[in-house]
Each structure stands twice: as C-alpha cells, then as structure tokens.
C-alpha cells in the first residue's frame, strides 16, 4: 500500500476519509476532539486499518 497525505504544517479537520493506492485500502481516518474532559465523538468504532487523529480544543477567554 502506497497512502500519503501532505500537509505542509497545515491543520485537516476530516471526518471519515478513505485512502485507496495500489495495494488496497488505507482505511478511514476520523477525527475525535478533546474538549475539556470529554470526547467528541463520545464513541467510534473502527477497523483493522483505521487511523484515530486526536485534537485538543483549548477554550480562551478573552476577558482580561
């Protein structure tokens, strides 16, 4: 399998690609959000192959 994704320092918000090459399937990438103390999606399942990109979301108050 021959999957690559270039992102020059660039920020991807995806939510359910597939890649596919020579060779097959990549499998699905999903984003999953830290917020605080949870999760969202609260729940996933995926498969054999599947990629998980995890994101902490930080909260600013702009009150100084």
Do not use: H, K
């Not at 690609?17 to 999953?32: L, R």
């Amino acid at each position: 399998m021959e999957n690559a994704l270039v992102t020059d320092g660039c920020d991807i918000n995806d939510s359910g690609s597939t890649f596919t090459a020579v060779g097959g399937a990549g499998g699905t990438v999903y984003g999953v959000q830290i917020l605080s103390y949870s999760y969202s999606p609260q729940n996933l399942t995926i498969n054999e192959g599947d990629s998980v990109r995890w994101r902490s979301v930080e909260y600013y108050n702009n009150s100084g």
